[in-house]
């Protein structure tokens, strides 16, 4: 993978279509998990510690363009 042309938001982007065209929901439960969330893609990225103890649930939808 090159990390010079892939962000964050493009996999977070890619993972949203991903999800609407097979109108699919994720879901995570996590007891007392600790992870370094990184800035950036390269390796020497700098990161943020999330602590995570509970469930994480992802859903999505487009609302219909006559609403």
Request: hydrophobic share 35%.
């Amino acid at each position: 993978m090159d990390n010079n042309k892939t962000s964050w938001i493009d996999i977070a982007e890619g993972l949203y279509q991903f999800l609407n065209r097979n109108k699919t929901t994720i879901q995570y439960t996590f007891k007392d998990m600790t992870v370094a969330i990184p800035q950036g893609t390269d390796d020497n990225a700098p990161s943020a510690k999330w602590h995570i103890d509970g469930t994480i649930q992802l859903n999505t939808w487009e609302a219909d363009a006559s609403e």
